[in-house]
């Protein structure tokens, strides 16, 4: 299971844009997962006409390492780390660690 999932709010803990809050948009691998509006780049696009791409410079979001960002946690309004408990009923869910509030409701 894994810490940090697609849809989850984070904030960046460690690099360049250190104190952004993002929305996960996609993982790449196990260890990078893209954020809306946090290391973003230029990238000097080619028009392709066969595809109807425009050219010209834009921007995209590029993946960052899972070690740098955090779980915003809206109690504490800070991130947080997070861990993992088995319910009752044998369900395992996500927790964060300050409080030991669930992530999912």
Sequence with gaps: MQ???KG???IVIAGRDKGKRG???RR???EHVVVEGVNRVKKHQRPNPMKGVTGGIVDKDMPIDVSNVALFNPGTKKGDRVGFKILGDGRKVRV???NGEQVDA
């Design 23 to 25: 929305t996960v948009l």
């Design 96 to 98: 964060f660690k300050s």
């Design 8 to 10: 989850d709010e984070i």
């Design 3 to 5: 810490r940090i999932r």
């Design 28 to 30: 790449v691998d196990d």
